[in-house]
């Protein structure tokens, strides 16, 4: 069954806030949007990305002062997807559990016997180097950009 995504209508900017997102039959897909919404077929080739961010956003650590929002964006542009985790008082500790995911997630793409090619497995290696050099960022932990894992 092909994944949808449903995010406001009225949002503007380049990117979506997905509001909830979930499985249903291509025919059914547009039935999952409620008023001044949009419902869209997640692209084949953007599932791997997008069940990798749906599950970073469904692991988040509890938030239960509200200190932070972990959120799916989709760009309807190139119809691809990132997430956001930010806070006017993101911790350290927060980006670095979201990183850690991360790493453990693609952890296979570096074994010898990975299925990749050389030139596959290298921008594996770069996308890794990228999410360990975080913390050297401008903004860090209140403003994060994370990279897009190689698709």
Request: aromatic residues 12%.
């Amino acid at each position: 069954m092909p994944a949808f995504i449903v995010y406001s209508s009225l949002e503007g900017g380049t990117d979506r806030t997905v509001i909830r997102y979930g499985e249903a039959p291509a025919e059914d897909i547009e039935d999952q949007a409620g008023t001044n919404e949009i419902a869209v077929a997640v692209l084949a080739s953007q599932l791997d990305n997008f069940y990798t961010y749906a599950r970073i956003v469904e692991d988040a650590p509890e938030n239960t002062s509200g200190s932070y929002v972990a959120q799916i964006k989709y760009y309807p542009g190139d119809q691809s997807f990132g997430f956001f985790i930010g806070s006017s008082i993101s911790s350290d500790i927060t980006v670095k559990q979201q990183r850690d995911i991360l790493l453990a997630d693609s952890d296979w793409t570096q074994l010898a016997d990975a299925p990749l090619t050389a030139t596959k497995k290298a921008q594996w290696a770069t996308y890794r180097q990228a999410l360990r050099d975080i913390s050297s960022q401008p903004g860090y932990p209140g403003s994060v950009t994370w990279p897009t894992p190689p698709s």
